[in-house]
């Protein structure tokens, strides 16, 4: 089985129980092992993670658990991080102390005979520039090397506070599908096509359970997420994918082109 999760955004401020939640991660994790050939991390494990010039004890002693876990998965199969948009500032860290493969950009891939193209998703496709200028800034070496002069104390409190800003937000307004034409990830894919098929397109960052066809019969998955509805994605020897979720049965989802696919 090869295993894809996202978004799960460890550290949050707003998790009732942050410790449960890294605990929760930590099982299912455990139980992805058991079958897995990989495992792929598609963005936005933690809520805020930066990679200080000086050592942030807190931080990893905080995190001591899913380092351990991740360090033990990736001792047993695969396991690939990409980076998400809150995730971002890896500089080789947790790659040192895990051995998990990252990844800084779109990956296209082979997966048990399908042509997969994998990524968080965070600015592919959109057309909102606020967004995009933020997301350039945050890439950008210069403000990354000030940044990480800051005493870790002062930016993880700065960090968390802004990411547990759009997490309050959602929370009070869930995201919602905004149908085909407005999605960026399906635009993107869409446009993708036109150069080059892929049968699975696998993206994160939206928040939200979603498989749509295009007409090329490319599929288009995007993950939900690992605090609110906790579901993840599975692909099986036999090239099959589905979506799932922690402790439940298979979650439903909606194939947009007008065929609804209940599991159950
Ligand atoms: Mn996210």
């Known amino acids: 089985m090869i295993y894809f999760i996202s978004d799960i955004h460890l550290g949050s401020l707003v998790m009732a129980d942050p410790e449960l939640h890294q605990q929760r991660f930590i099982s299912l994790l455990r139980k992805m092992e058991q079958d897995a050939t990989a495992i792929y991390l598609l963005g936005d494990v ?24 991740l360090r033990e998965a990736a001792s047993r199969c695969e396991v690939h991080y990409f980076i998400g948009n809150h995730d971002l500032w890896m500089f080789g860290w947790l790659e040192k102390q895990t051995g998990v493969k990252m990844h800084y950009a779109p990956l296209t891939v082979d997966l048990y005979g ?8 965070d600015g ?13 800034y945050f ?7 000030f940044y990480r002069l800051l005493p870790p104390a002062l930016g993880d409190r700065f960090g968390y506070a802004w990411a547990a800003s759009s997490r309050r937000k959602e929370l009070a307004h869930p995201l919602e ?6 999605e960026d990830l399906i635009r993107f894919a869409r446009a993708h096509e036109e150069s080059e098929h892929c049968d699975l397109y ?16 490319a599929n288009i998955h ?4 690992f605090f609110r509805q906790y579901t993840y994605g599975v692909l099986s020897p036999d090239g099959v994918f589905s979506l799932e979720q922690d402790g439940l049965q298979e979650v439903e989802t ?5 065929v609804s696919v209940a599991f159950m």
């Open 46 to 69: 933690f809520d805020f993670w930066m990679e200080y010039y000086w050592p942030n004890e807190r931080h990893f002693a905080r995190f001591a658990p899913v380092i351990e876990a």
């Open 114 to 121: 399908k042509r997969c193209f994998l990524a968080h998703g």
């Open 124 to 136: 592919l496709g959109s057309r909102d520039r606020l967004f995009l200028f933020l997301r350039a």
């Open 139 to 145: 890439h950008h070496p210069v403000p990354q090397f």
């Open 177 to 182: 599908y905004l149908g085909e034409k407005n």
């Open 202 to 217: 696998i993206f994160g960052h939206r928040h939200l359970e979603l498989s749509f066809m295009l007409p090329s019969r």
């Open 222 to 225: 995007i993950l939900g997420d």
């Open 254 to 258: 909606e194939d947009r082109n007008g």
